[in-house]
């Protein structure tokens, strides 16, 4: 009698114990309740298009049993500010990421494997181009998840679905959870860096020009990557262009058979990784012939 007395104690000792780590994570692969999205945004149509990037296609698709496990980057000062692929601004301290044939913009739900912190995030951009790397993060996106130190580190994403117009509500934004940042000049801590940040200052923001002034003209330097939005014929309309595409745009001069052509491209860039996102940027604001040149 006392052997079952002792035996049905240690059995609800167990489930005990069972429960209480389901209470403190035990349970974190049950996926987080999403957003409800009642008025999505539509999908940006140019980022549904095939795109090839280091001689590999892409195909963009919507996949709605999307759930893949591999390694995540994250990105920061040297994009903050700039377009995203959706046309949006990316802000390197909101919660946010790339991937490379999700549709834009759209949710999913990202897993550290290391740690089970999880988090909903908006994919409003395209990347990484890097073998082994399913995902790129937002530096507020890599703090919340603990992947901020190390740079890269091992992730499970599953798509949620279709992403609101604006924001994705508190799942999303996690306030209670992040600590208040100094967008002016973020700390950069030790460790391993993420494969596109650079040891420079990043770039001044965007300053919109008090009274519209031809753009200026530069040659293409070498080992350097662009985007061409277009050429023309029309050096004012050319100007337009630039200015529509913001203070990375530039004019190039162009001879073709004889004719002096006007060149808009975006950049430059360092890598073909940082170019292709500004090309589908560029793709966004509806230049759909936009070229990666240069390299």
Same mark, same amino acid.
């Given at each position: ?58 195909? *963009? ?6 759930? #893949? ?58 990347? *990484? ?14 703090? #919340? ?18 992403? *609101? ?10 306030? #209670? ?119």
């Amino acid at each position: 009698m006392w052997a079952r007395i002792l035996r049905a104690a240690v059995v609800a000792a167990a489930f005990s114990t069972l429960a209480a780590c389901a209470s403190l994570g035990g349970g974190r692969e049950a996926p987080l309740k999403p957003p409800v999205v009642t008025d999505p945004a539509p999908i940006v149509s140019g980022t549904m298009r095939p795109y090839q990037v280091r001689g590999r296609w892409y195909h *963009p698709k919507e996949q709605p049993n999307y759930d #893949e496990v591999g390694q995540a980057s994250w990105y920061g000062s040297y994009h903050h500010g700039r377009s995203t692929s959706t046309g949006e601004r990316f802000d390197m301290n909101g919660l946010t990421a790339a991937h490379k044939t999700l549709p834009l913009p759209s949710l999913v739900e990202v897993t550290n494997r290391a740690n089970g912190r999880r988090v909903i995030l908006r994919v409003n951009d395209r990347g *990484p181009f890097v073998d082994g790397r399913i995902i790129d993060l937002s530096r507020g996106a890599a703090e #919340e998840l603990g992947l901020l130190n190390q740079g890269v580190g091992e992730v499970r994403v599953r798509y949620v679905g279709r992403a *609101p117009r604006q924001g994705g509500g508190t799942p999303m934004q996690r306030a #209670e959870a992040a600590p208040a940042r100094n967008d002016a000049a973020p700390s950069r801590e030790a460790g391993a860096r993420p494969y596109y940040e650079v040891a420079t200052a990043p770039p001044p923001a965007p300053a919109q020009a008090p009274a519209p002034q031809p753009v200026p003209s530069y040659a293409a330097p070498a080992a350097a990557y662009w985007v061409q939005a277009g050429a023309y014929s029309d050096r004012r309309g050319a100007d337009r262009v630039a200015r529509r595409l913001g203070d990375r745009a530039s004019i190039q001069n162009l001879d073709r058979d004889g004719r002096t052509l006007f060149r808009v491209v975006v950049g430059p860039w360092p890598d073909a990784t940082a170019a292709e996102r500004a090309r589908q940027a560029v793709i966004a604001r509806g230049f759909s012939d936009a070229l990666l040149i240069g390299g």
